[in-house]
């Protein structure tokens, strides 16, 4: 897993299951559902459709929150409790103390590593530098989250140590979100 596909519909230029399909086109297989502001039900529907992109291509969906509505993998806030009956977990870490609190999680995204048009005014940013210090405090995947917006960015987190990137906007705002999907996972390729 080297790259993760947060959604946010309010910033999609199409439909958001139509982006989401255009990402998996691209190469995405890794896709975290936000969209905390709908009902549980119509979440729980989305949740069913993107599994349902992603399965064929051997894709896993994890669901924001602590309701993995009816998958097993969840990312949480930076304090959140793990629950149970989850096979893989992520943590939004934004701070040292929130890194170095990691324990049982498979995978932690931290942010902002840039100035973040989904996010304008969230920081201060850290820099390249700054999330590599990060990721030497774990042993846990470090994902480099926030102004991800080009492949030279994102060649620039792994070079300071993340297990790979964690995009929103870029993804959600592309006219071609399958071609910005295939540039950022070329960039952090092996």
Known sequence: MRLLVLTDRAQARRPLPEVLAAA???????????????????????????????????????????????????????????????????????????????????????SPVYPSASKPGYGPALGPAGLGALAARTSKGVYGLGGVESAARARDCLADGAAGVA??????????????????LSAVSP
């Open 24 to 110: 998996v086109d691209g190469g995405a297989r890794w896709i975290v559902l936000r969209e905390k502001d709908l009902p549980r039900a119509d979440r729980f529907a989305l949740a069913e459709e993107i599994r349902a992109l992603l399965g064929p291509v051997g894709g896993t969906l994890i669901v924001a929150g602590p309701d993995p509505l009816g998958g097993d993998a969840v990312h949480l806030s930076a304090t959140g409790p793990v629950p149970p009956g989850v096979s893989l977990v992520g943590r939004s870490c934004h701070t040292a103390a929130d890194v170095d609190r990691l324990s049982t999680e498979d995978y932690a995204t931290v």
């Open 167 to 184: 995009v929103m906007g870029a993804v959600m705002r592309a006219g071609d979100p399958a071609a910005t999907v295939a540039a950022l």
